[in-house]
Protein backbone atom coordinates (compact mmCIF):
# COMPACT_ATOMS: atom_id res chain seq x y z
CA UNK A 1 0.00 0.00 0.00
CA UNK A 2 1.39 3.54 -0.40
CA UNK A 3 1.24 3.40 3.67
CA UNK A 4 4.46 0.96 3.30
CA UNK A 5 5.84 2.79 0.31
CA UNK A 6 6.27 5.82 2.28
CA UNK A 7 7.50 3.92 5.74
CA UNK A 8 9.93 2.27 3.58
CA UNK A 9 10.99 5.34 1.98
CA UNK A 10 14.78 6.73 3.44
CA UNK A 11 13.77 9.34 6.43
CA UNK A 12 13.46 12.36 4.90
CA UNK A 13 15.94 14.91 6.57
CA UNK A 14 14.89 18.72 7.56
CA UNK A 15 16.49 21.12 4.76
CA UNK A 16 19.79 22.85 5.99
CA UNK A 17 19.48 26.63 5.57
CA UNK A 18 22.40 28.22 5.99
CA UNK A 19 22.72 31.64 6.68
CA UNK A 20 24.35 34.36 4.61
CA UNK A 21 27.74 34.14 7.04
CA UNK A 22 27.63 30.31 6.17
CA UNK A 23 27.81 30.78 2.69
CA UNK A 24 30.48 33.51 2.78
CA UNK A 25 32.53 30.91 4.82
CA UNK A 26 31.72 27.95 2.18
CA UNK A 27 32.99 30.63 -0.75
CA UNK A 28 36.31 31.97 0.85
CA UNK A 29 37.38 27.98 1.69
CA UNK A 30 36.87 26.95 -1.50
CA UNK A 31 38.97 29.91 -2.77
CA UNK A 32 41.74 29.19 -0.28
CA UNK A 33 42.53 25.76 -2.27
CA UNK A 34 43.42 28.00 -4.36
CA UNK A 35 46.70 28.91 -2.67
CA UNK A 36 49.95 27.61 -2.56
CA UNK A 37 52.77 27.68 -0.72
CA UNK A 38 55.33 30.37 -1.60
CA UNK A 39 52.55 32.53 -3.07
CA UNK A 40 52.76 36.45 -2.54
CA UNK A 41 48.70 36.61 -1.75
CA UNK A 42 46.42 39.67 -1.94
CA UNK A 43 44.26 39.90 1.29
CA UNK A 44 40.90 40.64 0.60
CA UNK A 45 38.67 43.26 2.70
CA UNK A 46 34.99 42.68 4.18
CA UNK A 47 32.67 40.34 6.18
CA UNK A 48 33.45 37.29 3.17
CA UNK A 49 37.15 38.10 3.04
CA UNK A 50 37.59 37.41 6.52
CA UNK A 51 37.30 33.96 6.38
CA UNK A 52 39.51 33.65 3.60
CA UNK A 53 42.62 35.44 5.83
CA UNK A 54 41.44 33.20 9.08
CA UNK A 55 41.62 30.11 6.94
CA UNK A 56 45.03 31.52 5.45
CA UNK A 57 46.38 31.79 8.77
CA UNK A 58 45.22 28.04 10.47
CA UNK A 59 47.14 26.76 6.99
CA UNK A 60 49.89 28.52 8.32
CA UNK A 61 49.44 27.58 11.46
CA UNK A 62 49.47 24.15 11.12
CA UNK A 63 52.20 23.98 8.31
CA UNK A 64 49.93 23.18 5.59
CA UNK A 65 51.33 26.29 4.03
CA UNK A 66 54.61 27.89 4.49
CA UNK A 67 56.41 30.75 2.90
CA UNK A 68 53.22 33.02 1.96
CA UNK A 69 53.40 36.99 1.99
CA UNK A 70 50.36 38.44 2.21
CA UNK A 71 49.63 42.26 0.86
CA UNK A 72 46.56 43.55 2.39
CA UNK A 73 44.27 45.74 0.86
CA UNK A 74 43.05 47.82 4.11
CA UNK A 75 44.19 48.77 7.35
CA UNK A 76 41.56 46.31 9.22
CA UNK A 77 42.78 43.24 6.86
CA UNK A 78 46.24 44.37 7.54
CA UNK A 79 45.49 44.29 11.89
CA UNK A 80 44.01 41.29 11.08
CA UNK A 81 46.89 39.80 9.18
CA UNK A 82 49.32 40.70 12.16
CA UNK A 83 46.88 39.05 14.52
CA UNK A 84 47.18 35.25 12.39
CA UNK A 85 50.49 36.00 12.26
CA UNK A 86 50.50 36.00 8.31
CA UNK A 87 53.74 37.64 7.12
CA UNK A 88 53.20 40.56 5.17
CA UNK A 89 54.54 43.32 2.11
CA UNK A 90 53.02 45.50 0.39
CA UNK A 91 52.84 46.78 -3.37
CA UNK A 92 56.09 48.44 -4.00
CA UNK A 93 58.16 45.78 -2.68
CA UNK A 94 55.80 42.93 -4.38
CA UNK A 95 54.76 44.69 -7.55
CA UNK A 96 53.39 41.46 -8.83
CA UNK A 97 51.34 39.29 -6.79
CA UNK A 98 50.17 35.90 -7.53
CA UNK A 99 46.51 35.56 -6.36
CA UNK A 100 44.23 37.55 -4.40
CA UNK A 101 40.92 36.45 -2.72
CA UNK A 102 38.67 39.09 -2.07
CA UNK A 103 34.69 40.21 -1.98
CA UNK A 104 32.36 41.92 -3.72
CA UNK A 105 29.61 43.87 -3.66
CA UNK A 106 27.78 43.01 -6.78
CA UNK A 107 28.89 40.80 -9.67
CA UNK A 108 26.85 40.86 -12.76
CA UNK A 109 26.89 38.03 -15.38
CA UNK A 110 30.22 38.79 -17.51
CA UNK A 111 32.26 38.82 -13.99
CA UNK A 112 32.46 42.87 -13.59
CA UNK A 113 31.91 43.71 -10.33
CA UNK A 114 31.28 46.21 -7.72
CA UNK A 115 33.38 47.19 -4.73
CA UNK A 116 33.83 49.34 -1.90
CA UNK A 117 30.63 49.23 0.10
CA UNK A 118 33.53 48.35 2.67
CA UNK A 119 35.30 51.55 1.90
CA UNK A 120 38.55 49.73 0.68
CA UNK A 121 38.35 49.99 -2.99
CA UNK A 122 41.54 51.67 -4.07
CA UNK A 123 43.59 49.65 -2.46
CA UNK A 124 41.65 46.62 -3.45
CA UNK A 125 41.93 48.16 -6.79
CA UNK A 126 45.71 48.30 -6.75
CA UNK A 127 46.06 45.08 -5.00
CA UNK A 128 43.89 43.07 -7.53
CA UNK A 129 45.48 45.42 -10.40
CA UNK A 130 48.34 43.39 -9.60
CA UNK A 131 47.80 39.81 -9.43
CA UNK A 132 48.19 37.31 -11.95
CA UNK A 133 44.94 35.46 -10.58
CA UNK A 134 41.64 37.24 -8.60
CA UNK A 135 39.36 34.87 -7.60
CA UNK A 136 36.34 37.18 -5.97
CA UNK A 137 34.03 35.28 -3.08
CA UNK A 138 30.81 35.92 -2.76
CA UNK A 139 27.43 34.08 -1.39
CA UNK A 140 24.39 33.96 -4.14
CA UNK A 141 22.71 37.49 -2.77
CA UNK A 142 25.73 39.35 -4.67
CA UNK A 143 24.69 38.60 -8.21
CA UNK A 144 23.18 41.14 -10.30
CA UNK A 145 21.67 42.01 -13.61
CA UNK A 146 23.58 45.06 -14.51
CA UNK A 147 25.99 46.58 -12.02
CA UNK A 148 23.90 49.39 -10.33
CA UNK A 149 20.96 46.50 -9.94
CA UNK A 150 20.63 46.15 -6.67
CA UNK A 151 19.23 48.96 -5.95
CA UNK A 152 22.27 49.62 -3.29
CA UNK A 153 25.59 51.77 -3.81
CA UNK A 154 27.81 52.16 -6.70
CA UNK A 155 31.03 53.70 -4.75
CA UNK A 156 33.66 56.59 -5.57
CA UNK A 157 35.88 57.93 -3.39
CA UNK A 158 36.89 61.45 -4.11
CA UNK A 159 38.76 63.94 -2.34
CA UNK A 160 37.50 65.74 0.70
CA UNK A 161 38.06 69.52 -1.22
CA UNK A 162 35.36 70.40 -2.75
CA UNK A 163 33.57 66.94 -2.47
CA UNK A 164 30.22 68.60 -3.21
CA UNK A 165 31.31 69.91 -6.65
CA UNK A 166 32.55 66.36 -7.31
CA UNK A 167 29.38 64.73 -6.27
CA UNK A 168 27.17 67.08 -8.64
CA UNK A 169 29.55 66.33 -11.34
CA UNK A 170 29.19 62.79 -10.60
CA UNK A 171 25.60 62.73 -10.01
CA UNK A 172 25.20 64.93 -13.63
CA UNK A 173 27.25 62.28 -15.57
CA UNK A 174 24.52 59.80 -14.77
CA UNK A 175 21.44 61.34 -14.72
CA UNK A 176 19.71 59.41 -17.59
CA UNK A 177 20.65 56.48 -14.96
CA UNK A 178 18.23 58.65 -12.38
CA UNK A 179 21.41 59.21 -10.36
CA UNK A 180 21.36 60.40 -7.06
CA UNK A 181 24.99 61.20 -5.38
CA UNK A 182 25.32 60.50 -1.43
CA UNK A 183 28.39 61.54 0.78
CA UNK A 184 28.75 58.37 3.01
CA UNK A 185 28.24 58.90 6.79
CA UNK A 186 29.97 57.09 9.69
CA UNK A 187 27.88 55.82 12.72
CA UNK A 188 27.98 59.27 14.36
CA UNK A 189 27.44 61.20 11.09
CA UNK A 190 30.66 62.53 10.09
CA UNK A 191 31.89 62.44 6.74
CA UNK A 192 33.26 58.38 6.32
CA UNK A 193 36.74 58.84 5.56
CA UNK A 194 39.32 55.72 3.67
CA UNK A 195 42.71 54.35 4.87
CA UNK A 196 43.84 57.16 2.09
CA UNK A 197 42.21 60.25 3.77
CA UNK A 198 39.58 60.81 1.23
CA UNK A 199 36.01 60.62 1.06
CA UNK A 200 32.99 58.24 -0.66
CA UNK A 201 30.42 59.53 -2.74
CA UNK A 202 27.39 57.05 -3.03
CA UNK A 203 25.53 56.60 -6.79
CA UNK A 204 22.49 55.46 -6.42
CA UNK A 205 21.04 54.04 -9.46
CA UNK A 206 17.64 53.35 -11.15
CA UNK A 207 18.60 52.00 -14.49
CA UNK A 208 21.67 50.86 -16.09
CA UNK A 209 24.65 52.81 -16.98
CA UNK A 210 25.16 51.63 -20.60
CA UNK A 211 28.74 50.42 -21.61
CA UNK A 212 30.62 50.22 -18.41
CA UNK A 213 34.30 51.31 -20.00
CA UNK A 214 33.07 54.19 -21.17
CA UNK A 215 31.24 55.14 -17.94
CA UNK A 216 34.43 54.25 -15.79
CA UNK A 217 36.49 56.44 -18.16
CA UNK A 218 34.10 58.98 -17.54
CA UNK A 219 34.05 58.76 -13.74
CA UNK A 220 37.96 59.06 -13.97
CA UNK A 221 38.42 62.14 -16.26
CA UNK A 222 36.61 64.21 -13.40
CA UNK A 223 38.90 66.00 -11.38
CA UNK A 224 38.37 65.02 -7.42
CA UNK A 225 37.87 61.68 -8.14
CA UNK A 226 40.38 59.36 -6.78
CA UNK A 227 39.02 55.95 -8.24
CA UNK A 228 35.50 54.51 -8.28
CA UNK A 229 34.33 50.95 -7.59
CA UNK A 230 33.46 48.97 -10.39
CA UNK A 231 35.99 46.56 -10.95
CA UNK A 232 35.63 45.80 -14.67
CA UNK A 233 37.70 42.81 -16.36
CA UNK A 234 39.60 42.54 -13.11
CA UNK A 235 38.03 39.02 -11.73
CA UNK A 236 39.75 35.95 -13.16
CA UNK A 237 37.41 33.50 -11.21
CA UNK A 238 34.52 34.04 -9.37
CA UNK A 239 33.29 31.54 -6.73
CA UNK A 240 29.82 31.95 -5.96
CA UNK A 241 28.35 29.79 -2.70
CA UNK A 242 24.32 29.29 -2.45
CA UNK A 243 21.63 27.22 -1.06
CA UNK A 244 22.02 24.93 -3.74
CA UNK A 245 26.29 24.44 -3.72
CA UNK A 246 28.74 25.88 -4.96
CA UNK A 247 29.34 27.37 -8.75
CA UNK A 248 32.80 28.21 -9.77
CA UNK A 249 32.66 30.89 -12.95
CA UNK A 250 35.79 31.35 -14.63
CA UNK A 251 37.04 34.50 -17.54
C1 LIG B 1 35.19 44.20 0.09
O1 LIG B 1 34.24 44.05 1.08
C2 LIG B 1 34.67 45.32 -0.68
O2 LIG B 1 35.13 45.56 -1.94
C3 LIG B 1 33.20 45.11 -0.68
O3 LIG B 1 32.68 46.39 -0.65
C4 LIG B 1 32.97 44.40 0.60
C5 LIG B 1 32.12 43.17 0.54
O4 LIG B 1 31.88 42.92 1.85
P1 LIG B 1 31.20 41.64 2.42
O5 LIG B 1 32.06 40.50 2.04
O6 LIG B 1 31.20 41.94 3.88
O7 LIG B 1 29.83 41.61 1.83
O8 LIG B 1 35.31 43.04 -0.64
Known amino acids: SSMEALSLSPPMSPPV ?7 KKIAAYKAVEFVESGMVLGLGTGSTAKHA ?10 GRLTN ?17 GIPLSD ?8 LAIDGADEVDPHLNLVKGRGGSLLREKMVEGACKKF ?6 SKLVKYLGGSGLAMPVEVVSFCWKF ?9 RDSGCVAKLRKDCKGEPFVTDNGNYIVDLYLKKDIGDLQVASDAILRIAG ?12 TVIVAGELGITIKNK
Do not use: W, Y
Not at 53 to 60: A, F, K, N, S, Y
Not at 91 to 98: A, E, G, N, Q, R
Not at 135 to 140: A, M
Not at 225 to 236: I, K, N, Q, R, Y
Open 17 to 23: ILTQDEL
Open 68 to 84: IIGIPTSKKTQEQAISL
Open 225 to 236: VVEHGMFLDMAT
Open 91 to 98: LDSHPTID
Open 135 to 140: VCIVDE
Open 53 to 62: VERIGELLRQ
Open 166 to 174: TANKLQNLF
